[in-house]
């Protein structure tokens, strides 16, 4: 019941030209999806370029990286939930561990920005996971039960369509190293739980589970054959037309 979504998270790259390279590329490679859902996440300044390209393929859906929870006002820098829907965003990705690391996410904001998010009918990405010391201290579990309780407080579902969680191990981005399906499954299966425990069990049993950190497309089918996984987040093999389109492709 849960359509599987591959997300490409394109993080700070990508020129004007190279995005439409890319787009047009990837769209040759996959035709219409019916089975699976994509998306692309690119740099805010992106979006109308990308969101024009992906204009005739609905199942490859726009994203934005980040957004502050205000609709408008005297907040340089920010871009508001009602400016990404302008745009033609479905998705935002929230609270990736960079902007957690780099930029001062708490799980607070991300609590805010999942709701301004879903207020005017986005579809936030919360992201969620370890670092290397938490993981070797055996706290990975309480560590990303901890975020996730954090960022979802307060919030009220009804819908498990409208949100979409990503569990990204640090240690695992850009690094080349991967958890194990298994191990990924297993902390995944504990994220549905605590979602039962916040939502009730019918909207748990909908929402998507996204597995990120280092995916490939040498390891994509491995990820999606478990039960929990139901897409995966994906940075650094999103950004070529050749290795994302095969990610879609999963077997
Ligand atoms: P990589 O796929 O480059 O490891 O990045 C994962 C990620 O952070 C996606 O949000």
């Excluded at 590329?25 to 019916?34: H, N, Q, S």
């Excluded at 969101?51 to 934005?64: E, H, N, T």
């Excluded at 820098?77 to 561990?97: K, N, Q, T, W, Y």
């Excluded at 991300?110 to 009918?121: M, P, Y």
Aim: glycine content about 10%; aromatic content about 6%; proline content about 4%.
């Amino acid at each position: 019941m849960r359509i599987p979504l591959l997300a490409a998270n394109w993080k700070m790259n990508m020129t004007r030209r190279e995005a439409r390279v890319m787009v047009e590329d990837l769209l040759a490679r996959v035709g219409d999806l019916r089975d699976r859902e994509a998306a692309i996440c690119p740099p805010f300044h992106l979006l109308s370029e990308v969101g024009s390209l992906l204009a005739a393929r609905p199942s490859i859906r726009l994203g934005g990286q980040d957004l502050y929870w205000k609709d408008s006002g005297a907040f340089t820098g920010e871009v508001s939930a009602p400016m990404l829907r302008d745009v033609g965003c479905h998705f935002v990705i929230v609270g990736h561990s960079e902007r957690r690391a780099l930029f001062g996410e708490t799980d607070s904001s991300c609590a805010q920005k999942v709701t301004a998010a879903q207020n005017h009918g986005l579809v936030p990405i919360l992201c969620v996971g370890e670092t290397l010391e938490e993981r070797e201290a055996g706290r990975t579990q309480e560590r990303v039960v901890s975020q996730f309780r954090g960022a979802l407080q307060g919030l009220a579902l009804d819908s498990g369509e409208r949100l979409v969680v990503a569990y990204e191990p640090i240690w695992a981005i850009g690094t080349g190293k991967t958890d194990s399906p298994e191990e990924a499954n297993r902390t995944m299966s504990l994220l549905r739980a605590t979602l039962a425990e916040l939502f009730g069990e019918r909207i748990a049993a909908q929402v998507r589970l996204l597995y990120g950190g280092s995916v490939k497309p040498e390891n994509i089918d491995a990820f999606m054959a478990c039960r929990e996984i139901d897409g995966a987040l994906v940075g650094g093999a999103s950004l070529k037309a050749e290795s994302f389109a095969r990610i879609i492709q999963f077997q």
